[in-house]
């Protein structure tokens, strides 16, 4: 019950307030705070209990408290307990304020006689005859506060795990179109100019129905503005009350969407009021004050998950522009045409740890060191580890740049398990070494990755080939295997490509024949064609239109070979 005593802080903006319920012996409270009760407010909520009716009592200067309370009731009257707010200091108490408390008492007396129902059904279990008793009209009332209070549970499980505005938005609409079933649902929330805008509904960005599209203040003539201003839920109960209550342009949006009734309810978080949830009816509607205790229940699980989906939002930017910083601009290489593609998942919260590297090989004239790798995750560790890795590769082959690739990679794994970095994935890594008449060697190792492919240029019409030896990907619980280093001479015309697996990979479908797809649609592909627009055909194509996960390409081409004048 504290929930209660904590959404009566909230509406009324007093310090504390309680739920006081009578038992044999002695009382039981539950306040917000917890333990923040005294025994002049629990004297207080027990004469309440007594007279049966609320009290308001202003306080003063010298300690007296300001306590206002609202008896809690039965289905047939007889009295539950007490709901109260206490300040300290003089407080005049507003018909509002008691009206707002009486209203938070009511979904309050609900809840207590849902928990008194449970227990009477139970005992009818044991005893039908004492069901037939409850009277029809009894049973459909307890039959509506119990379709809410179910309502309300689903609130808490189904955005209990939401990860984005949108979604939280549809889970919302989802919930109260069930019950409420109100003809829109908006979601207004504050932005970092202190201006609100709606940021999910189904007009969202086109007709306005709580505010303008271009945002507005909590000071401005808007219904939400209000719902924010005053820290309360503001209904409008029909046009008529709009007009005389609001500007012309919150008339004009009313009218826009065809509305009867609208309910604007406040969203609060650790920091204050800092958006609104707005339900609207386009026939009339009455918003009654169970309904109202609803609607600032519903509101408060809304706020939490509109809190979490602007947490991981936040983290999944980081983690993007983290993988973006770690994508290399490709510079031009003589003797190459050299293009990369990344190309997100269609979650956003699915970041992963995919990235491409091209480098010059210090101390070998005119060689590339060539990597396309996948880290294990799809979160902002993933992409962490994945710029550690990145720079532990590079610094290897710098160090070292007369070892082949395989060395490299054996380095990387012992780096990593010398200083514990969790790195799992698949990599291809290698070196492109120029050699006489326009030919490179390319001389690659290759852990546990999908396989490069080569086209030739002497086999024009055939698939490109599939470079298929590799060795065990790298994981932190594996031990050390056997690596290997492998070369082919790559003639001028020919095309190379490495990806990984999101270009390849789908749900349903045979990884060996999507493989097989790219390799027919890169041959195929003419050598005028420039590589960046031969990546973005395989990606459109090979690709599914949803990827469920980020993929990268990197496609690097062996330049003709010109001879030199003699």
């Known amino acids: 019950m504290n929930r209660f005593a904590r959404l009566a802080t909230r509406l009324l903006g007093t310090p504390r307030a309680l739920v006081w319920v009578a038992a044999e012996g002695s009382a039981v409270v539950e306040s917000w705070p917890a333990g923040s009760v005294d025994a002049e407010a629990s004297a207080l909520c027990r004469r309440v209990a ?13 300690g007296v408290l300001a306590f206002a309370g609202v008896p809690l009731v039965g289905p047939s009257g007889e009295r539950l307990g007490v709901l109260a707010a206490t300040d300290t200091g003089p407080r005049a108490w507003s018909e509002e304020d008691l009206r707002d408390l009486g209203d938070l008492g009511a979904a309050c007396s609900a809840q207590m006689r849902l928990r008194l129902r449970s227990d009477e059904v139970q005992r009818a279990g044991e ?15 307890m039959e509506t506060l119990l379709s809410r209070a179910q309502l309300l549970l689903r609130a808490a499980e189904d955005l209990g795990d939401t990860s984005g505005l949108k979604e939280v938005w549809a889970r919302v609409s989802g919930l109260a179109g069930g019950e409420l079933k109100p003809s829109h649902v908006g979601l207004d929330l504050m932005g970092e100019d202190g201006l609100l805008r709606q940021v999910a509904g189904a007009k969202a960005g086109q007709a306005p129905w709580t505010g303008p599209g271009e945002g507005y203040g909590a000071d401005s003539g808007w219904p939400g503005a209000r719902a924010v201003r005053e820290g309360r839920t503001v209904v409008v109960t029909d046009r008529q009350k709009l007009t005389r209550g609001y500007t012309p342009e919150a008339v004009a949006g009313f009218d826009a969407l065809g509305l009867h009734t609208l309910a604007c309810v406040p969203l609060s978080g650790a920091e204050g009021v800092f958006g609104v949830l707005a339900l609207g009816w386009d026939v009339p509607h009455v918003v009654d004050s169970a309904e109202r205790a609803v609607l600032v229940v519903l509101a408060d699980y809304t706020a939490r998950a509109v809190e979490r989906a602007a947490y991981l939002d936040e983290r999944v930017s980081v983690a993007l522009r983290l993988q973006q910083a770690m994508l290399t601009d490709l510079v031009r290489v003589p003797g190459l045409e050299t293009a990369a593609l990344y190309r997100p998942a269609a979650r956003q919260d699915m970041v992963g740890g995919d990235w491409y590297d091209l480098h010059p090989l210090l101390g070998l004239p005119g060689a590339w060191a060539v990597t396309v790798g996948d880290i294990t995750g799809h979160d902002l560790g993933a992409a962490t580890v994945m710029g550690q890795v990145r720079s532990m590769l590079r610094q290897a082959d710098i160090d070292h740049p007369d070892r082949p690739p395989h060395q490299a990679v054996e380095a990387l794994v012992r780096a990593c398990q010398t200083l514990g970095l969790p790195a799992g994935g698949t990599l291809v890594h290698a070196h492109l070494t120029p050699r006489p008449a326009g030919h490179w060697q390319f001389s690659w190792t290759n852990a546990g990755h999908p396989p490069p492919l080569l086209t030739h240029p002497d086999a024009p019409g055939e698939p490109a080939e599939e470079l298929r030896a590799h060795d065990i990907l790298v994981h932190p ?75 990268v390409l990197l496609a690097i081409r062996i330049a003709p070979h010109t001879p030199s004048a003699c």
């Not at 007594?50 to 010298?62: R, V």
């Not at 270009?503 to 590589?531: K, M």
């Open 50 to 62: 007594e007279l049966g009716a609320p009290l308001a009592l202003a306080g003063d200067a010298d």
């Open 127 to 141: 005893a039908a005859g004492e069901a037939a008793s409850l009277a029809e009209a009894e049973a459909d009332r």
């Open 477 to 551: 619980t594996l031990p050390p295997g056997p690596r290997t280093t492998h070369t082919r001479l790559l003639a001028p015309g020919s095309t190379l490509l490495l990806y990984t697996d999101g270009l390849v990979e789908h749900r349903g479908h045979d990884l060996d024949a999507a493989t097989g797809e790219a390799a027919r649609r890169l041959a195929a592909a003419s050598t005028d064609t420039p590589l960046g627009d031969v990546l973005e055909h395989l990606a459109g194509t090979v690709a599914p239109a949803d990827p469920e996960d980020d993929m």
